[in-house]
């Protein structure tokens, strides 16, 4: 059984979409006393089911998982110059979910703090990235490249039919 004792429950004021999904990793962030006593740190979308064993092999200093909808491409990256998000086309980059990523507590809180200001930079300049954190994701994933890149085995659509393994 689990051992409840282990489960820290932290309330969260409920917001306005998109505000509960732009201001996670300001959450992650504000929460860095509770959350750095962890050797590892994995954001996991609620909605989100294991469906297969998940190991260490996602244990890593900066996880990232390639979008499904986007193998091997650009995605759709912040192309306005006003954000912080903002990736030039003249950049390399692959396009990386925002429904599961993580590592060490130490960089999942750097990352966190480093996206928290950005976005409240850009909010500050009324600018809501194209889609929210996870293009913030992708611009701090541009500026500090992931050590371990997973597959969308890791962020697989129900019911779509890959050639990877369904993990998450």
């Known amino acids: 059984g689990q051992n409840k004792n282990n489960i820290v429950a932290i309330n969260k004021e409920h917001k306005p979409w ?36 998940i190991g260490d092999e996602i244990l890593g200093e900066r996880v990232a998982t390639i979008h499904p909808g986007f193998l091997g491409g650009r995605g759709t990256p912040e ?7 903002f990736i030039s086309p003249q950049e390399e980059m692959e396009y990386y979910a925002g429904g599961f990523n993580g590592g060490t507590s130490k960089e999942f809180l750097t990352m966190s703090k480093i996206i928290s200001k950005n976005i409240n930079i850009d909010l500050g300049n009324n600018i809501i990235a194209l889609w929210h ?14 050590t371990i890149i997973l597959s969308p085995s ?6 779509w039919k890959l050639p990877y393994k369904k993990r998450l």
Do not use: G, W
């Open 18 to 53: 998109p505000y509960p999904t732009l201001l996670r990793y300001e959450e992650f962030y504000k929460h860095q006393k509770i959350l750095s006593s962890k050797n590892y740190l994995f954001y996991c979308d609620a909605d989100m089911l294991f469906v297969s064993k």
């Open 79 to 85: 192309t306005r110059q006003i954000s912080t998000a």
């Open 133 to 146: 954190d996870e293009s913030h994701l992708n611009r701090y994933f541009v500026d500090h490249n992931p």
């Open 154 to 159: 890791y962020c697989y659509p129900e019911n």
